[in-house]
């Protein structure tokens, strides 16, 4: 079984602190993903990755910076963490050979900032 | 936005009925997915349509695709308890066509 696992089920942090949420799969899969997810809006990307150091910007990347320096771990980075990024956040996978970008999702990460 | 709809946001039945929803989306697509997540165990992949395909089955799931409309449909048939949860299409056009619906909050009671 794939298996995407985030760091923490649930954080709280406060205003202006620097957040870390770390993501790890074990399937070798080239593409990973962050996502926020918010009542009535559905999922929101953030971030993709398609190999170590390489990223592109998603929908919502402001106030967000991401990191790749190894294949299976994929990072998201809250610079100054603010209220309004209050939110579930899950990382996902996939492989690059499908082309199809059928995802495999973590836990997810249930973050409020105080 | 580029956020993609479904309806209706939330469905109640009795096990046994069907449940259907829709999506629609706006890009143009090389396959849409549909996935669900409940508190059990999170977001997991149901079944994908490529954007040459018109209907496709899986056991009681089957997925309509209308390219002209950009629309999609999911029907679960003989609904159980265990469907209880939230429904979501994913339209994938490319790494910057990648694009999740609202969702559907499907409630099934025994």
């Known amino acids: 079984d794939v298996k995407v696992t985030q760091s923490s089920r649930y954080l709280v942090k406060r205003t202006g602190e620097k957040v870390f949420l770390e993501c790890v799969q074990d399937?070798?899969?080239?593409?990973m993903f962050w996502y926020r997810q918010d009542p009535g809006l559905g999922l929101r990307l953030i971030y993709f990755s398609y190999d170590v150091k390489m990223k592109e910007k998603g929908d919502i990347p402001e106030g967000y910076s991401v990191s790749r320096e190894k294949k299976e771990r994929f990072s998201l980075i809250l610079e100054s963490a603010s209220t309004n990024q209050t939110s579930m956040y899950l990382c996902a996978s996939s492989w690059v050979a499908s082309g199809t970008y059928e995802q495999y999702f973590g836990p997810g990460t249930r973050l409020t900032v105080t | 936005s580029q956020q993609g709809e479904e309806d209706p946001q939330a469905l109640s039945i009795q096990e046994g009925e069907n449940a259907t929803m829709n999506c629609s989306y706006k890009t143009s697509i090389n396959n849409l997915q549909w996935y669900r997540q409940n508190s059990g165990r999170g977001l997991v992949h149901l079944i994908l349509i490529r954007s040459n395909e018109r209907e496709k089955h899986s056991g009681r799931l089957r997925v309509t695709l209308d390219t002209s409309k950009k629309s999609s449909s999911l029907l679960i048939t003989a609904s159980r308890a265990a469907d209880t949860a939230s429904y979501f299409c994913?339209?994938?056009?490319?790494?910057?066509?990648?694009?999740f619906g609202a969702g559907t909050r499907l409630a099934v009671h025994p």
């Open positions: 399937m070798d899969h080239e593409n």
């Open positions: 994913f339209s994938s056009g490319g790494y910057n066509k990648l694009i």
